[in-house]
């Protein structure tokens, strides 16, 4: 076939912007950006078919220039300076996908001053910088993207803020930690202790060389206040978020927990009370036969209860390359149907309209209400009841208590369900027991969940 | 506060579209329409928080006048033509809620004809009917929404279509039935045959009288069309599923899945392979351990493998009133913040923009490839190798031969898991068997599936 060798209408910017490819700057080729990359060129043909127009990478910053340029060729100018392609004018979207929090938010506010939109998975960036970044993006008028940023490969920010749209959720619980499930996992099916099954998940590659992050329990905290305010209308609250990582877990917790019918996972729980909104992640004890218990190794899952949907759960891969990358394409996709759409149409940053935005109370960890498991190390020679009268003196009842297996005649422990209380009544019953002669050392507690539909 | 007299700026038509609230023909006031007007109501504010504007029925067509009168109040005009409701000058989008596929064909067509928006969850209408009524939707400029019409609480249509259009899906595979994963529950947990089953499932309200589209597996395939289309970016070919009920399932077929570690679960399943599309709804064996395989009771499961995200998976309940008005008030609220969207940026109603979509073969029955359970009665005295022999001479290798437990000794059954083969070969060596003089009755044999991510 014969070409006339006039640029294309698109290469002249005479198309239509909806209609021409969303070209697109990226802001880190690392995992996530490589995976992108990855993904885009190699369903390219079909991306297309759905999204109705192509997407072109225009513009790549990164530190290593040469590693850069080996994964993105030739053809794609490479900077060293985020700010350039923030401000690049060739650029539609910018993908933030860079990581950390500081030089991540001026980025992105400057991607957004320039008038681009964002697309990012930064959890961490948003769950503290969210509120700043999505006014000046409102008073800008772009939209800012985060799929990615929770539960990488299942779109449950789209679920809540879309297919749930109807529903007054009632209550959100998620194992949105892959580092810490698979550490936990291990410890289940193997006997390990913490220490041991966080070695084996570096080994693997399921946790990095620093856990802090995913083991103490913030990056859960990270993706649950994003869960929250998408699901309750609420503002961002990361610095209320209750949180407590695995990195206090036993073995003997883990097999105490399974001896009365339970699994522990790292669970991040949002709850509509009637006064407040309960929002903690902590190790929490699950029926061992629950949907969200069977949730192993590396994947995360998620349940949520509506009004009218009742319970759905949303299970896949927390982390990797492409699977964070399946995540920004659905995003860059999303943004490429809004070419033109006014920011009143579109689907708010965090689900609901800002003026209709309530400022829910978040409920202090001491009110936090529930049952709660009880490892308790007593001296030897004591009864069972000593204990049950003990802790009911102090206004926790116990609707079971047993002996646990598998630990010396010499250093036995009790295992307890509590029945409802409140956080501050445990709290005031572990005081009088830490001096209570029968008790032989510090006692464990974990919250139980039953979620039931 | 004194308020004008003068009617409002909306009433009189003066504000933008985008902005007054969203007007709403029912057809169709039952079990859908009903649950959607009572969540509408129930949740108005917080929708409109969601939407950005709210979401108001003004015009309902049912059978029933009275009834309907006492459902939607004095203020909503009921109409005993659906037609009516289809032409109505003040209505944007007409949710059809009446069922059935010849007149609510007609109905939708006329809605479409006069430029209205559809909403609908009548599987059964799109998946025979679809491919005219979205030819006719996009001739007309306007858009067709049906989250609804797969199992209905779980958002799996937008997952398909936006939340995973990164992805070249490999395969998807779901419980889609909710009536015949209650009875396969109840045949398993309590030992029943599956008449008894399926009594106990209609007293209980979760089978129909007429029972034969859901146990038949019609119901399930009408959904696995819809799946399938959206998954590879196909036409409909409902026609071309390959269906097998549970109505010829047996106690004895239950218990010798779970003998072999294996739970029976009525499957859609669609999958890509070199040769075609497997397209087919059975009754299929899950590893017991499996996730899908912790989908009980009338709770619907979706898994799909896509190539970046890897498996995910969309759990919920797969009927109910306010479960489905879940879904319909989530396509309301998409087709209200589409207003003046031209139609190429809104999302296709297959997922793919029809120049696009890939006629790709579906693999006849024959050609089915996979791992097989099989159920064999024997003559009495007769020895597992020798049947073992009698299939090997006709093709089908066993990975697994036992005798099942629990079947007198005067008419004992083998248990088989064969190797890998197609559905021909099996064919042809249950033929052979039906004559052999060591085997006592028709063999029964159901599909393996593991489901690998």
Same mark, same amino acid.
């Not at 006014?135 to 990615?148: C, F, H």
């Not at 522990?264 to 006064?275: C, D, H, I, Q, S």
């Given at each position: 076939?014969?070409?006339?060798?006039?640029?294309?209408?698109?290469?002249?910017?005479?198309?239509?912007?909806?209609?021409r490819?969303?070209r697109?700057?990226?802001? @880190?080729?690392?995992?996530?950006?490589?995976?992108?990359?990855?993904?885009?060129?190699?369903n390219?043909?079909h991306?297309?078919?759905?999204?109705?127009?192509?997407?072109?990478?225009?513009?790549?910053?990164?530190?290593?220039?040469?590693r850069?340029?080996?994964?993105?060729?030739a053809a794609?100018?490479?900077?060293?300076?985020?700010?350039?392609?923030?401000?690049?004018?060739?650029?539609?979207?910018?993908?933030?996908?860079?990581?950390?929090?500081g030089?991540?938010r001026?980025?992105?506010?400057?991607?957004?001053a320039?008038?681009?939109?964002?697309?990012?998975?930064?959890k961490?960036?948003?769950?503290?910088?969210g509120?700043?970044i999505?006014?000046?993006?409102?008073?800008?008028?772009?939209?800012?993207?985060?799929?990615?940023?929770?539960?990488?490969?299942?779109?449950?920010?789209?679920?809540?803020?879309?297919?749930?749209?109807a529903?007054?959720?009632?209550?959100?619980?998620?194992?949105?930690?892959?580092?810490?499930?698979?550490?936990?996992?291990?410890?289940?099916?193997?006997?390990?202790?913490?220490?041991?099954?966080?070695?084996?998940?570096?080994?693997?590659?399921y946790?990095e060389?620093?856990?802090?992050?995913?083991?103490q329990?913030?990056?859960a905290?990270?993706?649950?206040?994003?869960?929250?305010?998408?699901?309750?209308?609420?503002?961002?609250?990361?610095?209320?978020?209750?949180?407590?990582?695995i990195?206090?877990?036993?073995?003997?917790?883990?097999?105490?927990?399974?001896?009365?019918g339970?699994?522990v996972?790292?669970?991040?729980?949002?709850?509509?009370?009637?006064?407040?909104?309960?929002?903690?992640?902590?190790?929490?004890?699950?029926?061992?036969?629950?949907l969200?218990?069977?949730?192993?190794?590396?994947?995360?899952?998620?349940?949520?209860k509506?009004?009218a949907?009742?319970?759905?759960?949303?299970y896949?891969?927390?982390?990797?390359?492409?699977?964070t990358?399946?995540?920004?394409?659905?995003?860059?996709?999303?943004?490429?149907?809004?070419?033109?759409?006014p920011?009143?149409?579109? *689907?708010?940053?965090?689900?609901?309209?800002?003026?209709?935005?309530?400022?829910?109370?978040?409920?202090?960890?001491?009110?936090?209400?529930?049952v709660?498991?009880?490892?308790?190390?007593?001296?030897?020679g004591?009864?069972?009841?000593?204990?049950?009268?003990?802790?009911?003196?102090? @206004?926790?009842?116990?609707?079971?208590? *047993?002996?646990?297996?598998?630990?010396?005649?010499a250093?036995?422990e009790?295992?307890?369900l509590?029945?409802?209380?409140?956080?501050?009544?445990?709290?005031?019953?572990?005081r009088?027991?830490?001096?209570?002669?029968?008790?032989r050392?510090?006692?464990?507690?974990l919250?139980?969940?039953?979620?039931?539909?």
């Amino acid at each position: 076939m014969y070409r006339d060798p006039v640029p294309s209408l698109e290469a002249r910017g005479l198309l239509p912007a909806a209609t021409r490819a969303l070209r697109v700057g990226m802001i @880190g080729i690392g995992t996530v950006g490589g995976g992108t990359f990855r993904v885009l060129a190699r369903n390219q043909r079909h991306i297309a078919a759905r999204a109705g127009r192509g997407i072109e990478i225009v513009a790549v910053a990164a530190r290593d220039l040469a590693r850069a340029a080996r994964i993105v060729g030739a053809a794609v100018p490479v900077t060293a300076d985020p700010f350039e392609v923030a401000a690049h004018p060739e650029v539609d979207v910018v993908v933030e996908a860079a990581g950390g929090t500081g030089p991540a938010r001026d980025w992105v506010l400057a991607a957004i001053a320039h008038g681009k939109r964002v697309v990012t998975a930064n959890k961490a960036l948003l769950a503290v910088h969210g509120e700043e970044i999505f006014a000046a993006a409102r008073a800008r008028g772009v939209a800012v993207a985060y799929e990615g940023a929770v539960a990488v490969s299942i779109p449950i920010v789209k679920a809540l803020r879309e297919g749930l749209v109807a529903n007054r959720v009632e209550w959100l619980a998620g194992i949105i930690n892959g580092t810490s499930n698979f550490i936990l996992s291990k410890m289940r099916d193997e006997g390990m202790g913490f220490a041991d099954a966080l070695r084996e998940a570096q080994a693997l590659g399921y946790a990095e060389a620093d856990p802090a992050f995913d083991v103490q329990g913030i990056d859960a905290a990270h993706k649950l206040t994003l869960l929250a305010a998408n699901a309750f209308g609420m503002p961002l609250r990361f610095a209320d978020v209750q949180v407590e990582g695995i990195d206090g877990l036993e073995a003997a917790d883990v097999r105490g927990a399974e001896q009365l019918g339970f699994r522990v996972k790292l669970l991040g729980v949002a709850r509509r009370t009637p006064e407040g909104v309960e929002l903690r992640v902590q190790p929490t004890l699950l029926p061992a036969t629950h949907l969200l218990a069977q949730v192993n190794g590396s994947m995360n899952g998620v349940m949520v209860k509506g009004d009218a949907a009742g319970v759905t759960m949303y299970y896949g891969a927390g982390a990797g390359a492409e699977q964070t990358a399946s995540a920004v394409i659905a995003d860059l996709v999303d943004l490429a149907r809004l070419e033109g759409v006014p920011p009143a149409q579109q *689907v708010p940053h965090l689900g609901v309209h800002p003026h209709a935005t309530e400022a829910l109370p978040v409920l202090p960890r001491a009110a936090a209400p529930g049952v709660r498991w009880l490892r308790v190390p007593l001296v030897a020679g004591q009864r069972l009841d000593a204990l049950q009268a003990a802790l009911a003196g102090h @206004g926790v009842s116990l609707q079971r208590v *047993v002996w646990a297996d598998h630990t010396p005649a010499a250093a036995p422990e009790a295992l307890c369900l509590t029945g409802l209380l409140v956080q501050a009544t445990l709290d005031d019953a572990l005081r009088a027991l830490a001096t209570h002669p029968a008790v032989r050392g510090p006692v464990k507690a974990l919250p139980v969940e039953t979620l039931d539909a």
